[in-house]
């Protein structure tokens, strides 16, 4: 776009009526009329309301466009900050509105994806009835779905949930160690075959005889 973008947990301290540009995923896309439609914009975590009026710089087929962008999609967005008559209760940023002026696609998502990331988070115990529903009415997905298809399934707010345990955990767990004069060190992890514990293993070539290697880990020692 050539020009700097905003991230969308900076866009809550964003005045009235300054543009801004940012890349997001569409979460979502809805029409509400054929002059006005909605898009849900997420970075990581944070997420903002996109509103895409016809309006004389804009046309009805572009905001017909915009609907039908499917999820998951990457796009680049040029817009107004507002704030909007209520809170937005679906986004993270609630108190602001992005009124987009200027869309365009990076990489589109394919209009019928083999999971929804938030599907993911009523998964079946096995894979038994995959085609039941949950009581909120959204499908239960089972283990082989969310396995093939894990990229999808990381994304799922309750994965990263999980992932924001480990890391809270593990930082803790390193800064109680530099307190006490521990440093990491990565060392490589070569083994005859795979351990236990059930690590991911690689084969690799050492010295002319086929090893399984671990990705390297963090490990503390004493100075």
Not at 22 to 28: G, I, Q, S, W
Not at 88 to 106: D, P
Request: glycine content about 6%; proline content about 5%; aromatic content about 8%.
């Amino acid at each position: 776009m050539g020009r700097p973008r905003h991230e969308i947990y900076q866009l809550a301290d964003v005045k009235d009526g300054e543009e801004i540009a940012l890349r997001a995923r569409v979460k979502t896309a809805r029409i509400q009329s054929a002059k006005l439609a909605f898009l849900l914009l997420q970075q990581d975590r944070a997420s903002i309301q996109a509103v895409v009026a016809a309006s004389d710089t804009l046309s009805r087929q572009f905001v017909k466009f915009a609907a039908t962008i499917p999820g998951e999609s990457i796009v680049d967005v040029i817009g107004v900050i507002k704030e909007p008559i209520e809170p937005i209760k679906s986004a993270t940023v609630s108190g602001r509105e992005l009124h987009v002026t200027e869309l365009w696609i990076v990489e589109k998502a394919i209009p019928q994806l083999p999971v929804q990331p938030d599907d993911s988070e009523f998964a079946l115990p096995s894979e038994a009835a995959e085609e039941q529903q949950s009581s909120s009415g959204r499908p239960l997905v089972g283990l082989s779905t969310r396995l093939d298809n894990r990229v999808l399934d990381l994304r799922a707010s309750l994965n990263q949930d999980i992932f924001d345990i480990h890391d809270g955990v593990r930082f803790l767990f390193e800064e109680f160690l530099r307190k006490h004069g521990f440093k990491s060190i990565d060392s490589p992890k070569l083994l005859g075959a795979p351990s236990e514990g059930g690590a991911n293993v690689f084969e690799v070539k050492y010295f002319d005889t086929w090893l399984r290697a671990r990705s390297c880990i963090s490990k503390w020692q004493f100075q």
